[in-house]
């Protein structure tokens, strides 16, 4: 799934960029193969999403915490969007949502105490501006939606999840 977000190789490390919501490329994060990661000199502020963003006007959406997440999210079938951090990209979802009319946004928070506090802000940004939205934290033990995909979450799963939290957000 990697390929689907631009994935390239700069000889040193994996590239992956970063693009406002009308696919134009505004930065590279580069991914090395100890796991560090760089931004590209000059690269701004971005999200990592694919050029075919995939059905927002029914799916589930999944809101996520990096690059990794966002690749975990396509992996399960879901329609995803990535922030560099939990800090940032707040006005650039809100921007992405609003262009191409993403019906249910689920953000997809890191399971640490940034990672929620940084889901939260985002929600009140969403909410401020009049989309609805949910969060979703990853159960105790495990980080992040890269994790639970590892250990074996699978879309049915994750859907019955969401489809409880949409319930509540009506």
């Known amino acids: 799934y990697s390929d ?98 993403v019906a249910r946004p689920i953000i997809l928070a890191d399971n640490d105490a940034p990672g929620v506090r940084g889901a939260q802000k985002l929600m009140e940004k969403l909410l401020m501006n009049g989309i609805k939205c949910g969060i979703l934290v990853p159960p105790t033990g495990i980080k992040d939606l890269r994790e639970w995909v590892e250990k074996g979450l699978i879309k049915e799963q994750l859907h019955i999840v969401l489809d409880d939290i949409w319930k509540w957000i009506k």
């Open 4 to 101: 689907v977000l631009g994935k390239g190789w700069d000889g040193e490390a994996d590239t992956y960029p970063l693009r406002l919501s009308d696919m134009t490329i505004v930065g590279i994060q580069r991914r090395f193969p100890d796991g560090k990661k760089a931004m590209v000199k000059g690269s701004k502020m971005g999200l990592f999403f694919p050029t075919q963003i995939g059905n927002v006007l029914e799916e589930y959406t999944l809101v996520c915490e990096g690059c990794s997440d966002c690749l975990a999210g396509l992996s399960l079938g879901y329609p995803s969007i990535g922030r560099l951090n939990c800090n940032n990209g707040q006005e650039l979802v809100l921007e992405f949502i609003k262009r191409y009319e």
